[in-house]
């Protein structure tokens, strides 16, 4: 009889857990990938193997090593797409995308971006030219967050998304929105 009771009272501690508040107040809502882990990851042979691709596409006649080096801080993007997001609160529109580093590679004379996967050990996955991510003006307590089909950029806070920059929608730059207003309004300009 103990064993069936303490099924039960296991099984209602599960389910009364998946009926708790979800949207309580975040603890911690700006973390940013240690800086040291980065490099480490940077150093690892799949980086210098992608440094070394990505230099050929660009410079077909590149030879050699191609080591990326850190210019400045990683960043995490978040991704969303506000016309599939159906979370109530601001809180939760967007998920972890990849990791942007900033690096200069040998052979190459202006940075460029290498993304990382967002949890470790922060293995590559592609690299990009160029440096939009991290020199995108952002309020220190706020994520970047990416709408992929409009290639809008904001800084996202648990109350508020502002729209830092926008491919397909330049006018929104400054425009701030809640939870309905970033569905309704922004859903509905999107293309």
Known sequence: MNGWRAALVLAAGLVLAGCSNHDRAVGNWLIEPEQAAIDRALDAPEAQRLAVSFRRSQDPGATGDAV???VGAAVTVYATDPRADRSVTVEHVG???????????????????????????????AMATGVE???????????????????????????????????ALPGLAGKEFDAAGFRADFGRRAP
């Not at 052979?107 to 590559?124: F, I, K, S, V």
């Not at 089909?149 to 920059?165: D, E, G, M, R």
């Open 133 to 167: 991510e991290t020199s995108l003006p952002r309020p220190a307590a706020a994520r970047l967050l990416l709408d992929y089909p409009t290639h809008t950029w904001f800084a996202w806070t648990p109350n508020k998304l502002t729209v830092l920059s926008s491919g």
């Open 95 to 125: 998920i972890e995308s990849y990791i942007a580093v900033p690096v200069r590679i040998s052979g190459r004379d202006a940075p460029d971006t290498m993304q990382l996967e967002p949890t470790p050990p922060y293995r590559p996955r």
């Open 68 to 70: 990326p080096r850190r």
